[in-house]
């Protein structure tokens, strides 16, 4: 059942801080994602880079380059009011297929069968944060912070052997 989880390779992530009305902002979400900006609980994806929304005022990239991604950003919001972060070394990121639901529901209080094909759940596997959206049929992505990796992929992996008992 482990090969039903694997850490992903290390993705290009940006926290972007703006309030919702800062001039701009659609257009450099756009501009360093290729995406628009998701509504609450949702997530874009477009070609590989996503834009995920986290809170009212608080954004998840994902990029291919994150250096000219935060340069779109810089220059979409010159003169503006907020906050363009790498937070790349900061997460993990981990892909579950197949049983992905059944595994997730043990750990997370999310309702997998009312999960959209596009909604983004910041939430929490046992006592940890994250945050979890559908990549298919019975197939997440997870994020932690990568402090805690080693955790996460021992919960994920306990939850995924006791799906054979």
Aim: proline fraction near 4%; charged fraction near 20%.
């Amino acid at each position: 059942m482990s090969n039903l989880i694997s850490q992903s390779v290390p993705l290009g992530m940006i926290t972007l801080r703006a309030k919702p009305d800062c001039a701009g902002l659609d257009g450099a979400i756009m501009a360093a994602t290729g995406c628009a900006r998701p509504n609450q609980r949702q997530i874009n994806q477009s070609g590989g880079q996503a834009a995920g929304w986290m809170s009212p005022d608080e954004y998840l990239l994902i990029v291919t380059d994150v250096g000219a991604a935060l340069a779109a950003i810089d220059k979409g919001l010159v003169g503006q009011h907020y906050l363009a972060v790498d937070v790349s070394d900061a997460r993990a990121v981990f892909d579950i297929a197949g049983k992905g639901a059944s595994v997730l529901a043990k750990l997370s209080p999310i309702d997998f069968d009312r999960l959209g094909p596009q909604e983004l759940r910041r939430t929490r596997a046992a006592q940890v944060a994250v945050a979890v959206w559908s990549t298919g049929v019975d197939s997440y992505r997870l994020i932690c912070f990568r402090s805690v990796a080693d955790y996460v992929m021992g919960l994920l992996r306990h939850s995924a052997a006791t799906d054979l008992v």
